[in-house]
């Protein structure tokens, strides 16, 4: 897949001499779904406003289908729709107006076909002449997907789409998103959300203190990253591990009742087979077996804890 975005070596001090970006670089494919992931202050919204032209850089370059962001400012901004955090709706506007007023903005002629399609796929057509104020927290967050999208824009960033949504309105929005990408639709997201970005992104980046630490295709940051654990509950509680078993490096919980035996799922070795004969050996009957994969969540904490004390 070839990039559509390129972001090189952008920096970004302000004005108190903080450096929230530092030298960052990076690609976004065309058509993929790039979750940005970073503790609080890391750095995700000023990276995203650079892009968008709302921050201006220090220092670095960044280009959209090939338009560099400062010298081709506006075709490269043309390109972009931004979906902010915060609600900033005009209140008594029309849904259909505040779609056909940011149209407008970009310099875009009038197309209403156009704009029904982006608002039924939103399911807002039915609200279009609705003032704002009278729609829910869920169909204002759609109000600003559709404006991002209403001069028909390439890449789209959505930054904590669903900060404060509730679960059902949650899910609701991984499918707008996932509708949006099968329309061709290039999607940087920034989420507080690991489920989110499991859920849904192609890729994953991580930010911290203003650097990018890794950006990797979902799946196979999961297969590097990820443990596997097995929990082993057994029929009789014993008090410790027994010396036997000291090898496997288990850990005893549950009162007595569960072995629980982290491995590395890419090893060629796992050393099930010999645990569990080992268990036997030691005269302990397994009651239930059950594994578990280590979460993004859980790598994602250990990645950052990492950074944080090298
Ligand atoms: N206008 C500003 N002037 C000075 N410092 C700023 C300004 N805007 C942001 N910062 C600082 O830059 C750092 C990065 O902020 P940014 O909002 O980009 O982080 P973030 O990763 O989006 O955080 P969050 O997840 O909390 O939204 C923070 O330490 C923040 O305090």
Request: glycine share 8%.
């Amino acid at each position: 897949m070839s990039a559509i975005l390129t972001v090189d070596r952008l920096t970004k001090t302000y004005a108190g001499g903080f450096t929230a970006l530092d030298a960052v670089s990076l690609e976004i494919r065309e058509g993929e779904i790039l979750a940005l992931l970073g503790p609080n202050g890391a750095g995700k919204t000023t990276l995203i406003s650079a892009i968008c032209g709302i921050v201006q850089p220090t220092s670095g370059r960044v280009t959209v289908g090939g338009h560099d962001t400062v010298t081709a400012y506006r075709s490269a901004r043309a390109l972009i729709g931004l979906v902010p955090q915060e609600i900033n709706l005009e209140p008594f506007e029309k849904v259909i107006n505040t779609v056909r007023f940011s149209r407008g903005l970009f310099g875009k002629p009038r197309d209403d076909a156009f704009l029904e399609r982006i608002l039924r796929q939103l399911s807002l057509w039915d609200k279009r002449d609705q003032p704002i104020r009278s729609l829910s927290g869920g169909m204002k967050r759609r109000v600003l997907i559709a404006k991002a999208l209403s001069h028909e824009p390439r890449v789209l960033f959505l930054d904590e789409p669903t900060a404060g949504v509730d679960v059902e309105l949650r899910r609701d929005m991984w499918e707008v998103v996932r509708q949006l990408k099968e329309d061709g639709v290039t999607i940087i997201l920034t989420t507080h959300y690991l489920e989110e970005a499991e859920a849904m992104a192609d890729r994953i980046g991580v930010i911290t203190r203003g650097r990018i630490l890794l950006v990797e295709d979902k799946d196979a940051l999961m297969r590097r990253m990820g443990r596997k654990e097995m929990r082993i509950e057994l029929k009789e509680p014993v008090t410790r591990v027994p010396q036997a078993l000291e090898p496997f490096g288990l850990t005893l919980e549950g009162e007595g009742r569960r072995l629980v035996y982290a491995y590395d799922r890419q090893a060629n070795r796992t050393g099930i087979v010999r645990l569990l004969t080992a268990l036997q050996e030691a005269g302990l009957t397994v009651a239930d077996v059950e594994t578990k994969q280590s979460s993004l969540e859980e790598i994602f904490v250990g990645l950052v804890k990492e950074e944080v004390t090298p």
